[in-house]
């Protein structure tokens, strides 16, 4: 552990540095308060890496000869896997019966298109598909899941659909029953009826080449994500999610994060007593 010895606490400008790139790549803005924070998720990565500083890490992210699966590994390291099913279940509740049969009457035949945009480890967006198939809305026409996340080994667990107890925390019982099945080693299986009615993908919010490529979409979901990026962050994604919704579309974000002080694109309005943004 020399490194910790030897490089501990950052120098600021180090910091800065290190900061700095992480927010232009990401959006991920650590404050100054946050070093100690920064440094912990940090540290392991240059380590396996085989460095004795954190500036020999920052050069590999900024000039290697393979950034991008190095920037891939970050993600998984910086990324906050909080996330649950039934997480938050009154916005989608108003998505599953409120919006989505709306859309379909409106139109019908067309795919309505739903993108859970930090997706983690796929439960939030197969809440959704177990929401939709409880409700009868697949029945009344085609509609496309698609859940994205920067943390490539969460998304790989999303594709596994299997689950440990933390993950049911807010699960109905009988949901539970009815679209899992116990493994022998105490984990959870998705049901194959739901698993393919999410497709999983990688993406960086602050890639738009990369979001206006996906397609529009009808409803985005973007939870408890923006609590970590700056101001400027915010407003970038936020127009990239404007210029990827169809008109109307829906824009759902984390309870303790609004739009308000950051952007007018979008109408604030109550959907089914649930705040949602709306174009």
């Not at 404050?31 to 954190?54: C, H, R, V, Y």
């Not at 390291?77 to 409106?106: G, H, N």
């Not at 490529?213 to 408890?224: H, L, P």
């Not at 999610?241 to 824009?251: E, S, V």
Request: aromatic share 14%; hydrophobic share 40%; net charge negative.
């Amino acid at each position: 552990m020399t490194l910790e010895l030897n490089c501990l606490p950052l120098p600021a400008k180090v910091f800065e540095l290190i900061r700095d790139l992480i927010h232009a790549h990401t959006g991920i803005f650590y404050k100054n308060d946050q070093q100690e924070l920064m440094t912990a998720k940090l540290l392991p990565m240059i380590l396996e890496s085989g460095f004795d500083s954190f500036m020999d890490y920052y050069y590999l992210l900024k000039y290697g000869e393979d950034p991008v699966t190095e920037w891939r590994r970050l993600g998984s390291a910086l990324s906050v896997k909080e996330t649950y099913f039934w997480r938050e279940y009154d916005q989608l509740k108003a998505c599953v019966e409120l919006i989505v049969p709306q859309l379909q009457e409106d139109r019908p035949g067309q795919a309505i298109r739903i993108w859970h945009s930090a997706c983690s480890s796929g439960e939030e967006p197969y809440t959704m598909a177990i929401a939709l198939t409880e409700t009868g809305c697949f029945l009344q026409g085609p509609i496309e899941i698609i859940g994205t996340d920067f943390d490539m080994l969460a998304l790989d667990q999303a594709r596994s659909g299997v689950y440990r107890h933390r993950s049911f925390r807010n699960i109905p019982a009988e949901i539970k029953q009815r679209y899992f099945s116990g493994n022998s080693d105490g984990s959870y299986r998705l049901a194959d009826t739901i698993r393919p009615r999410v497709q999983f993908s990688y993406l960086n919010l602050k890639e738009g080449n990369a979001i206006s490529q996906m397609g529009n979409f009808d409803i985005i979901f973007c939870r408890n994500v923006f609590i970590y990026f700056s101001q400027e962050a915010v407003r970038g994604v936020a127009q990239n999610f404007h210029l990827a919704l169809n008109k109307p579309g829906f824009l759902f974000l984390g309870a303790s994060e609004s739009l308000l002080r950051v952007t007018t694109l979008f109408e604030f309005t109550d959907i089914g007593g649930v705040f949602v943004y709306k174009k």
